[in-house]
């Protein structure tokens, strides 16, 4: 017998209306239990004067109101430890993650034994899906504290990789286990992978040739997504790249990319997206550049309906090359590193997109947002390669084109430092700086 295709054939390859039907019958069972069993949805519902018997259609959603980060900073420890829009008692409750917190509070996202493992048969399939096998060896150098990424591993191990809990060591001893275990897959931040591959050439270790890893699995910023460090990554490592999307208000992953390419199948029989207008919400078509909302189908814990992700993209529903049925999402930035330049939506990935495509610059990149005459600009800090006889003036204005051509509007000023300059993430980058915010803060 051949090797099976997928991890769930029968789910992952449904013809569209059996499982826009099977989504359905999902949505009116969840929507029915959060009124019936959340304090917070039963008055949610009613003050917008919805009921779950209103859902006919999968659209009926539409009708629906949202939830936000702030609905749940608003509503947990409300009633009880988890918060008013948990929907089971505590005793119910088996593991919960909790946000970074990094732009506020954090939050809580508890897990029953069902939700859990349920969770961990779709971090099977898309760990699958990528091309893990039993075969593998497979280390998990994602956070363990906390944070919702960190039980992924079960996934992998469900699967029947050899699992190698690694967490967040210091990149020495992470590179001293990829060295002496040789596994083949490892799951980490873009800019991670990069400072990684770096690392280990700076100690003599060239991990295109002296190290197993041929596949590289990343999440948590938008690079895999980005065509041209995704192909820097690849070559650095000489192994395939992967984009994951995972937020912890849901899964550590909702959804991943497959051999296509084209954006990352989200499992649909577990999450319903949807793509809306940033100011009116209306739901978007596909392809139609929105904020992402999800609605969990099948968690009980704490059911999400219609949650605002804060994630930019778009949704395609048209069937993959690879066979799978479910929607693709692609994710262009967080809604809150989008900054608006003379009418222009900018994200720094367009930034990204530009500066890792260009020869003689390192990657490397810092955006400032600030305002100029009342107007906001944008500045960028890139590094010029060593040994380049490039002038400055020269490289500035190569990137100010290459910017306006990609984007549509020129940075006010491309600053040139020299390689090694800018300081290297190890694991989330923070390359924007938007510097009107941080004047409201003083
Ligand atoms: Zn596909």
Redesign the pocket.
Known sequence: MGEKKYWDEKIETLPRLELEALQLESLKEIVAFSYENSPYYKRSFDEAGVKPSDIRTLGDLAKFPFVTKQTERDTQGVGSFLGEMCAVSESEVVYVSASSGSTGVPTLSPFTKQDFDEWQDVESRLFYQVGMRNTDRYVHALNFTLFVGGPDVIGAQNLGALCIWAGTVPSERLLFILKEFQPTVIWTTPSYAWYLGESAKKIGIDPARDLAINKILVAGESGGSIEVTREAIEKLWDAKLYDFFGISDIFGACAAM???KDGL?IAEDHILVESVDLHTGEILEDRKQGELVLTTLRKHARPMIRFRTGDIGYVERKK???G?THA?ISIVGRKDDMFIVSGVNIFPSDVEFVVRGLKGISGEYLIRVFDKNFTASYSLEIEKEEGSSESDEALAERVSTALKARIGVKPSKVIISKDGELPRATHKAKRLIDERKLNYNI
Do not use: T
Request: net charge neutral; with cysteine.
């Open positions: 497959c051999d296509a199948h993959c090359e690879c799978r693709r």
